[in-house]
């Protein structure tokens, strides 16, 4: 056998021994290889699509390496149109300011959340100090918010940095941060709607005068329990479903993995992820 790796050319050359091709050599690299690889063992390079992304054209991987990174807009817009590409990008070139952005949405829209609810609570008489109180508390959910996303988006983070890390990858904890970042989106439009429902279906309420306290904290616990949360916890997991498959695109790029294996790794790790976020809230 012919010693196929590192061997260049300088133009693709197929040898054929009768009609059978017996080597081709890489697009990339140029080093020879057989003519089933998927991979090319010296660059990585994707020879062959891998029969799932024949089926699911969505996991098909970029024609061709981009010259240059995208700027941070057209990778926030083309992670919804074209994820795979987008993701790819990203993990190829991460950066800080696009998942910056979706950041402090995400903190705004969730703290949102709070002001749309209570934006349906009317307390009269005495209790008009609650209103105060109320508009004030916003300031205070607003850092509260911060600090939340911030460490959920750390944890989310490792969590996908981790087993690659422990299984001899050498992916970057920065370029997981990053891709993480862009998987946010999904989250962020999902947020959006729900901020939208809250808005419109919350209950609305009427604290009167006469009420007594214990009255007050059961009517305004009524607010923050009606069932339009169960749909907004709805839509939560469902972004998030929608973010791991996003999330698999970037780390099948950053760690060299087999579509297959990218989508099977990143729902694991999220459903994990999804455990623990229920079982804190
Ligand atoms: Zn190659």
């Not at 800080?96 to 709070?114: D, E, Q, R």
């Not at 209570?118 to 105060?132: A, C, E, K, S, T």
């Not at 749909?231 to 970037?250: H, K, P, Q, R, T």
Request: net charge positive; glycine share 4%.
């Amino acid at each position: 056998m012919l010693p196929l790796k590192n061997i260049r050319f300088e133009k693709l050359i197929d040898l054929f021994k009768g009609n059978e091709v017996i080597v081709v050599s890489c697009p990339k690299c140029g080093a020879l290889v057989a003519p089933d690889e998927e991979v090319c063992p010296n660059c990585n390079y994707r020879l062959e699509e891998e029969t799932l992304e024949r089926i699911l054209p969505l996991l098909k991987r970029p024609e061709r390496e981009p010259i240059s990174a995208m700027p941070f807009p057209i990778r926030m817009a083309k992670t919804i149109v074209a994820p795979s590409s987008a993701l790819h990008d990203v993990a190829r070139a991460p950066d800080a300011i696009g998942p910056f952005m979706i950041y402090i949405l995400n903190v705004l829209i969730l703290t949102l959340f709070y002001a749309a609810v209570w934006n349906h609570i009317y307390p009269f008489g005495d209790y008009w100090i609650l209103r105060v109180l109320g508009d004030g508390a916003i300031i205070g959910r607003l850092a509260s918010n911060m600090l939340l996303v911030f460490i959920q988006f750390l944890f989310l983070g490792f969590a996908y940095w981790l087993p690659f890390r422990l299984v001899g990858k050498k992916s970057g904890f920065k370029k997981n941060l990053s891709i993480v970042g862009y998987a946010y989106i999904p989250v962020l439009i999902g947020r959006a709607v729900s901020l939208l429902l809250l808005f419109t279906n919350s209950p609305t309420i009427l604290i009167p005068a006469s009420a007594s306290s214990l009255q007050v904290q059961i009517l305004i616990a009524l607010v923050f329990m009606s069932p339009v949360w169960n749909n907004v916890a709805s839509i939560e997991i469902a972004c998030w479903l929608w973010a791991a498959f996003l999330i698999a695109l970037g780390i099948r790029q950053l760690n060299q993995l087999k579509t297959a294996v990218a989508l099977i790794s990143s729902y694991a790790i999220m459903l994990v992820f999804l455990a623990v976020y229920a079982s804190l809230i």
